[in-house]
């Protein structure tokens, strides 16, 4: 084992635990006042449920043994043979500590999703589908990625999250948003409550982006090093893509899509940060801004009300930088050549990996949505919704004004 390395993944892990508390500002910002509890409520939920879910099985399905390129075995239930010894998957660290960074991983994944279903689900359903979705969709899909799986296998690569994370939870809030429905009196008095509350949940997420990204390299070397500077020079990037491009459309630009173009890059990024060159991670968080500023305005188009913009930031900046990855990735950086190096199969094992991750977790979400409203009901009704989530479901107000 060595000390340096396990004491900056311990402090990685901290900073991925962060977001999750950060999407809970950001989030919870950006709906209305009579929602800001609910909303932030789901973050923290997954907090608890996952943390627990993870340590007794979800562990093991991701990181176990494989099993036919599909899942894991049961060699790590209830964190069975996890100690302070390096005998897991990473010997440079003891295995408790590379569990702990990827139930941060898991934990904020989860959390990602409610942004769709914010302001119309039960509690009860969130939290059903949220445990079901960790085993059914999220375990599979770490394991097909990071622990040996049929992905890995073919020779796709994903840094830190964009299929895993960014795509997943995107299909499966694509799925919630057909599934649960728009909510009532759509487009009327929709305005974020606190946006100040919002621009300091995206700080604290671009600060705990560097944990999420820069420890992916699983060590502190030179490779983590690479990827806090293409995590953050994307991150600029993006924020100058989506400033320009609604500067452009709108005549003025805001906070809310500077804030919202920085989340862009990072997620472009994420997928691309150990494998692609410093100046190629520019133009990747670029055109993230540009492109997922698109993606929010085509559910307009598309009809459907993903509340936060789940699908048209995490799932259109995650495909992007997936695909990006295959175009520009250098082997110089971590030994992975792409198209534009001459290695045009890396493109299409990416392109592979993106259709296979969206197809497989839309339908499993849609298969776990009907199971939970069958159960418990997945929306609350009219009159819980108008009057508000944080009184209907929590008993609980936000603001006393």
Not at 95 to 124: K, N, P
Not at 148 to 156: D, E, I, K, N
Request: aromatic residues 10%; glycine residues 12%.
């Amino acid at each position: 084992m060595n000390a340096a390395d396990t004491a900056f993944v311990i402090i990685c892990a901290a900073m991925v635990m962060l977001m999750t508390p950060a999407l809970a500002l950001f989030y919870g910002g950006l709906v209305r006042s009579r929602n800001v509890l609910s909303t932030s409520m789901h973050s923290y939920a997954s907090l608890g449920l996952i943390t627990v879910l993870w340590a007794v099985v979800g562990y093991t399905l991701a990181f176990g043994g494989d099993v036919g390129g599909l899942i894991g075995n049961l060699s790590y239930l209830f964190l069975n043979n996890v100690g302070a010894a390096n005998n897991g998957p990473v010997d440079n660290l003891p295995h408790t500590a590379f569990m702990a960074f990827q139930c941060m991983f898991a934990v904020l994944t989860v959390a990602l999703i409610s942004g769709s279903y914010a302001e119309r689900i039960r509690f009860s359903a969130m939290l059903l589908f949220s445990a079901l979705w960790l085993i059914f969709a999220y375990c599979p899909m770490a394991h097909w990625v990071w622990g040996g799986g049929w992905m890995a296998q073919m020779g796709a690569v994903d840094f830190a999250g964009g299929a895993v994370v960014h795509m997943a939870s995107a299909a499966a809030a694509l799925a919630c948003a057909h599934a649960v429905g728009p909510r009532l009196n759509l487009g009327r008095s929709m305005s974020p409550n606190n946006l100040p509350m919002t621009l300091l949940g995206g700080g604290l997420l671009w600060f705990g982006w560097f944990g999420f990204n820069a420890g992916s390299a699983l060590a502190a070397n030179e490779l983590a090093a690479h990827a806090l500077v293409t995590t953050h020079l994307a991150t600029a990037g993006g924020i100058l893509g989506w400033m320009l491009v609604e500067w452009k459309r709108t005549g003025k630009p805001t906070t809310l899509g500077v804030i919202s173009g920085a989340l862009a890059g990072l997620v472009a990024i994420t997928p691309a940060a150990g494998f692609v060159g410093i100046m190629p991670s520019i133009f990747i968080g670029f055109v993230g801004g540009i492109i997922c500023y698109g993606g929010v305005l085509l559910k307009n188009r598309l009809g459907y009300d993903d509340a936060l913009d789940v699908v048209g930031i995490h799932g259109v900046g995650g495909t992007w930088g997936a695909f990006a990855t295959g175009v520009f990735a250098i082997a110089s950086v971590n030994k992975v050549d792409g198209l534009l190096a001459g290695n045009p199969h890396q493109l299409w094992v990416q392109v592979v990996s993106i259709v296979a991750t969206w197809v497989f977790v839309y339908v499993v979400s849609r298969i776990l949505l009907c199971i939970v409203n069958a159960l418990v009901g997945l929306r609350v009704t009219p009159d819980a919704e108008l009057s508000g989530l944080d009184l209907s479901e929590h008993n609980e107000r936000g603001y006393s004004l």
